[in-house]
DNA sequence: TTGTAAGCGTTATCAA
DNA sequence: TTGATAACGCTTACAA
């Protein structure tokens, strides 16, 4: 193994001291000319390259950015990412990510890795876990610490810092406002329990534009998955004889599994009954028929949140801004399960 | 911003020298139990933790892993990222993800960075334009570094490192069998253009697999897809008047546009036609019907990846050991566009 | 114009 | 048992 170009490997070989190829390769103006060249020349040949790992700890900033993410095998996560990176790349800042697993444990253990010199700031989105177990010490002890945090999606009202969140709320209340606009009547609702916040804030979209539009709320309309891998039954059963023109759903397999109880009844979509998912993923795209879905726009939120971070990087009087929360607007996608 | 806990700092509020709390800490013999207590718990209560880059910058090894795909919004690299975490935390290391976009210019540029002293090694699935450019500069240059180098499922048989791909020939074998111990007589074949390695070898299987059951290979049957965008389309008039009794798409979407295109003529899937599609996504997984597919098993894959490396990273005398290829066994997973 | 030395946070070696 | 020092690779104030 050849080992690695270095500043004093290329001193000796010169035979110029150390800080002369250091202040050559900077193009200062204190090294001559001539010098300059020659170290610079010699540079080049050999492919010389800085160590990163050293300029870190000189600089004490190591222009990376940690991301932690509940899970990566889900599209919306993954968007985010993407939108992450290239926003990140722009203003010449690396990426590393680590999946959380949902598991609350893994996230603790992963910030404090992270946090010990790796990186300069976080980009979060809690596991569920965390959610439920409401203990957030791990988010506190890195703010404290200094370290500036950007939690989007999944944020922790409590918690002191930027978010980044998509308008739930509005999310669904647009959705619910098409399909009254398509004249439908008897819109269903399936949803998540509540302690899922964006269940609970889809939820309520629901309820206003309903109540906006003087259609009173039927809780017999509205189901609440308890078990995610018994939705299918739950979603099948509840669907039977509702006789509804619409339904919403809160995600994008509640919608597609709608739409296949729909099917089994004999009734046709969008004809029929039309549907409306949220979250824009492949399934979304590529099911028969489309989904007509609102869109969580991830990349444009990773985008934010990188460079919202990177903000609090770079300026140094940021410490005493008050931190901000943008909301990221929701946009429907109209496909082929709501009439044209 | 409180300033981070240092050995320094310890050593200055506790009177000893910086060398003493180091070797405390780390339970060397040579301290007095008395002192060594002392400064551990002084260490505990303020939380002390070693500096990751200062530890990277003696050590000369950083414990990370980079990881470069083509894009990260493609639920295949997803599982293969998720199996190289899972093993690289197993054995204590870190992953860096960074995405060439398909882009041979970002990967150069990915590489170059990383390997500036950011981690130990590579896993790399190399971009497409990489594949059709055929330069492989940077990839020679980290290997001749001395920078272990695992490439996975588009890998380039040119260069000389471990590889970890998937049998796409024989899973191709497998798909055919299943659909002729079916009775089919008639089956197509929706692949790609040659230069697209997987492609290619999925057909090989394709035609090995009728050759050994004595059934000849009609080139009418056979559709290379030349544009992607256009796929739908193509496929769409492919399919027409070819009285198939099966199809077998060499992707997920290639095998949705032929379910949907035969649906079109009227014909029912598995009824009519059956048809098997390869990767094993949410998309084959949720679709009515549900594809059977040719799994690629992307978690195995990945974590196969990151052991690979490791051990060369831990291994001393791997260094002449001789390249590893290891394949990995697809699986044949029977859905409802097949018949039972 | 060039070089010396200190420092970023550690650890290992050797001396006290 | 403890501490001083050098080293990892780099930058920079200061000295020559």
């Known amino acids: ?140 002890e890195v703010i404290e610490q200094g370290m500036p945090l950007v939690m989007f999606d999944r944020v922790i009202d409590e918690i002191n810092c930027d978010k980044i969140i998509i308008d739930d709320f509005l999310g669904a209340k647009k959705a619910i406002q098409h399909l009254i606009d398509k004249k439908c009547k008897k819109i269903g609702l399936i949803t998540t329990i509540d302690y899922v916040s964006v269940g609970k804030l889809r939820t309520q979209g629901y309820r206003e534009a309903l109540k906006e539009n003087n259609i009173p709320a039927d809780e017999d309309l509205i189901l609440k998955v308890e078990d995610f891998d018994k939705s299918e039954m739950e979603i099948q059963s509840f669907l039977k004889d509702k006789k509804m023109d619409a339904v919403f759903a809160v995600n994008e397999h509640f919608a597609i599994y709608a739409i296949k109880a729909f099917q089994e009844q004999g009734l046709k979509v969008p004809d029929d009954v039309q549907v409306i998912g949220f979250t824009d993923g492949e399934l979304s795209k590529r099911f028969i028929p489309s989904l007509t879905t609102v869109n969580q726009h991830g990349e444009e939120m990773g985008a934010q949140a990188a460079r919202l971070l990177i903000k609090k990087l770079e300026n140094e009087d940021a410490e005493d801004e008050p931190f901000e929360t943008i909301i990221i607007e929701t946009g429907l996608v109209e496909r082929n399960s709501t009439k044209r």
Chains 1, 2 share one sequence.
Request: aromatic share 6%.
């Open 1 to 140: 193994m050849k080992k690695r170009l270095t500043l004093k490997l290329i001193a000796k070989e010169l035979d110029v001291s150390v800080s002369t190829v250091s202040k050559a390769l900077r193009d200062s103006a204190e090294i001559s000319e001539d010098t300059r060249q020659k170290i610079k020349a010699f540079a080049k040949l050999y492919n010389y390259k800085p160590n990163i790992i050293a300029l870190s700890l000189k600089n004490r900033k190591t222009k990376t950015i940690g991301v932690i993410i509940p899970e990566i095998v889900h599209h919306f996560f993954t968007t985010v990412i993407s939108g992450i990176e290239q926003a990140a790349n722009e203003k010449g800042y690396h990426v590393i990510i680590c999946t959380s697993n949902n598991s609350f444990d893994k996230e603790v253990i992963n910030m404090e890795i992270l946090a010990n010199g790796s990186i300069d700031g976080f980009i979060l989105s809690v596991a569920k876990e965390t959610q439920q177990k409401k203990d957030y010490h791990h988010l506190t």
